[in-house]
């Protein structure tokens, strides 16, 4: 049996997320990370002392320039995110890049037009859309267990990290837009948001969404940066089942509730109309433990190798964008209505 090839990899940014990526790419099959770059120096320190057979640079250019390396993990601010992976595709290489995929949707379509005119892999890193439990969710919804899905309520809140380039709608509640996305399958129609900076010349570092669909289905997303308490809850309400994601628990990130509400008319109408409340049994469902991102290295080198369409894709990922977009120019103008026009 022929033996697939090795697909080289070359990571932009040794950062926070940087290591995670090195790690990662570096312990699964079919891949190698050959070499790395960060623009400060000392971050390299610490990578040569952990992988002395990764070339270290401060000048990301070499990873672009070199022909051997088939694929570029962008893990740097999300500013940098457009210029680097434009580069790096036009010198014919796939690219993993952080979320979002770029600050603006313009970018982002470039983005993909230029994958796609090149046969290239372009797949955004979002993380929790490659979750165990996430992915179980999705089963729940997708299978009728919850039923007609009423509501998204998620909290995402810890004290910082500050981020200078974007506000903590771009930085935090991305992650729940697309864990959104990815799960129920629909897309919002408009969007309302109010944030506040409470640092000077700094971006929003609180931050309120709601998010309307063409049903009667509601989402609301909270993010801050100055909570005394971390918190990263999700509650799912259907008209079956609820569901309550929380990812700090260490073994039961899902449990499901066997409760609601049942509506009966009465004879007279909407004027007898009697609520009755359903009260019945949690359970936690299991689900694939493996981390997150393991899994998503390996779809993207699956994806390089194999052809296959990356999950989150730049198509799928332009979506998030637009929403961001949106929901900034809403918190501008104090939480006005901004109808979406998705356009894929």
């Known amino acids: 049996m022929e033996r697939a090839a090795m697909i080289r990899v070359g990571v932009i940014g040794y ?56 694929a570029i993990a962008v893990a740097t601010p999300v500013s940098s995110h457009y210029a680097l992976s434009i580069e790096a595709l036009k010198a014919g290489k796939h690219v993993l890049v952080e979320k979002p995929i770029t600050a603006t949707s313009e970018q982002a379509v470039i983005l993909i037009e230029e994958a796609e005119k090149r046969g290239l892999v372009l797949m955004v890193d979002h993380t929790f859309v490659y979750m165990g439990a996430v992915d179980k969710i999705k089963e729940l919804v997708e299978s009728k267990v919850l039923g ?20 903590v709608i771009w930085d935090l509640a991305v ?95 909407v004027y007898n109309m009697l609520v009755s409340y359903r009260t019945g049994d949690m359970w936690a469902p299991q689900y694939d433990r493996t981390e997150a991102l393991r899994v998503e290295a390996k779809h993207f080198i699956e994806c390089i190798g194999k052809g296959k369409h990356p999950v989150t894709d730049g198509k799928m990922r332009l979506r998030i964008v637009e929403i961001l977009e949106a929901a900034t120019s809403s918190v501008k103008e104090r939480g006005r209505l901004v109808n979406l026009k998705h356009r894929c």
Do not use: C
């Open 15 to 70: 950062g926070y997320w940087g290591p995670n990526l090195v790690r990662n790419f570096s312990e699964i099959e079919g891949s190698r990370v050959v070499a790395v770059s960060d623009s400060r120096s000392e971050r390299l320190d610490a990578l040569r002392k952990r992988y002395a057979a990764i070339e270290a640079t401060t000048d990301y250019s070499v990873l672009i320039r070199d022909p051997s390396i088939d």
């Open 148 to 167: 007609e899905i009423y509501y998204y309520d998620s909290v995402r809140v810890n004290l910082g990290l500050f981020q200078s380039d974007v506000n």
């Open 175 to 269: 992650h729940d837009l697309s864990i959104m996305d990815y799960v129920l399958n629909i897309h919002p129609s408009a969007v309302s948001a109010t944030g506040v900076s409470h640092v000077q010349n700094s971006p929003e570092n609180i931050a309120y969404l709601t998010l309307f669909f063409e049903s009667n289905l509601i989402a609301h997303i909270n993010v801050n940066w100055l909570s005394p308490v971390k918190l990263r809850q999700t509650l799912i309400g259907g008209s079956k089942k609820m569901v309550v994601f929380n990812d700090l628990h260490a073994s039961e990130k899902i449990r499901i509730y066997d409760k609601g509400i049942r509506v009966n008319e009465g004879p007279e109408g």
